[in-house]
């Protein structure tokens, strides 16, 4: 019996359809999202090109700004000052090192699309979900581990029954890759729901869980001893994306009836094989990533507008009196 082969575009239709609907109702300004490029990354312009595909069809009005790098603070601090954007992102890489993380928090968290600032990437870490006391206003999650977490709801890995931060509670979940902008926060987004998370790449295996029966409010992070070879038998769902043509995620070691995610570029899976053991597959999750920070910045949009209005009611009534 081969697996469901899941297609991220059937995954990101309600999405891109309730955009759609939210920006035909609106009766003021539509979203606006800038995007820096900085670089002469042919990946990059791609992106930027897909962007700009992509929001063109949902309503968003995207501008690619494009500037040498030595500019590019001064003008992501332009964006952040002008009433008139909404979102920002900007297409790394930029200087190949820790200077593009100092250009993440140049970003203001009131226009950070990608949620890769100081701000969001703290609350995400320790599991604060609202960025308000009154928890009016969500926090904005990275889009690419977003994207994977719909995908996971959409095939059915959380149990809807239970509350949520208990939904995955049960679940054993591998992530081949722990780079900063998908794999870690990625393992921390589904501990944080409940699973127990093993996260590997080449330096080792860290393991990410919020302790027996989740007594913990937000996961813990410890060194394990398990192997990738130990921990793929136990996993209920196997995420990889790792940056090489050459790799493969051995389908022997994997459990019958797995659900296997794919996010890399390179194809980390034999999927002939993989089919026959897999339960479902998802050989890519680009377009839900896109449909997530159109989300993203719906959300933005919305707060920065209820921001302008209380401004202007506040300098009305200032005028009055």
């Known amino acids: 019996m081969s697996a469901k082969v ?9 999405f891109v359809a309730e955009l759609k609907q939210k920006i035909a109702a609106l009766k003021g300004p539509v979203p606006v999202l800038v995007g820096f490029l900085a ?16 929001c063109a069809a949902t309503g968003v009005r995207f501008e690619l700004r494009e500037c040498q790098r030595t500019e590019l603070e001064d003008k992501i601090i332009e964006a952040n000052e002008d009433d008139n954007v909404h979102g920002i992102m900007v297409y790394y890489p930029v200087f190949n090192g820790s200077q593009d993380q100092y250009i993440q928090n140049t970003v203001s968290y009131k226009k950070d699309v990608e949620g890769l600032c100081h701000k969001y990437v703290y609350n995400m870490y320790h599991n604060i979900r609202f960025l308000d006391e009154a928890q009016t206003q969500k926090c904005i999650i990275p889009c690419t581990p977003l994207a994977i977490l719909k995908i996971l709801e959409y095939v059915g890995v959380y149990n809807p029954i239970l509350p949520y931060g208990r939904r995955l509670h049960g679940r054993v979940i591998t992530v081949i890759n722990r780079s900063e902008h998908v794999g870690r926060p990625l393992a921390a987004l589904l501990a944080n729901d409940g699973a127990k998370v093993y996260s590997v790449d080449e330096n080792g295996t860290m ?4 302790g027996e029966g989740l007594k913990f409010e937000k996961h813990v992070e410890v060194e394990s001893a398990t192997t990738l070879t130990e921990a793929l038998p136990q996993s209920d769902v196997v995420i990889t994306g790792v940056p090489a043509r050459s790799y493969r995620v051995p389908t022997s070691q994997l459990k019958e009836g797995v ?8 194809k980390n899976f ?3 094989e993989l089919k026959q053991k897999a339960s ?4 890519s999750v680009g377009k839900v990533t896109v449909a997530m920070l159109e989300r993203n910045l719906m959300r933005l949009h919305e707060y920065l507008e209820k921001d302008k209005e209380a401004r202007s009611s506040n300098s009305g009534k200032e005028t009055s009196a």
């Open 6 to 14: 899941v297609d991220a575009a059937d995954v990101a239709a309600p």
């Open 39 to 54: 670089n002469d990354d042919k990946a990059a312009r791609k992106y930027a090109e897909w962007t700009a595909k992509t």
């Open 207 to 210: 393991e990410f869980h919020r």
């Open 259 to 266: 659900i296997a995610i794919n996010f890399s570029g390179s």
């Open 270 to 272: 034999e999927e002939e």
């Open 280 to 283: 479902i597959f998802v050989p």
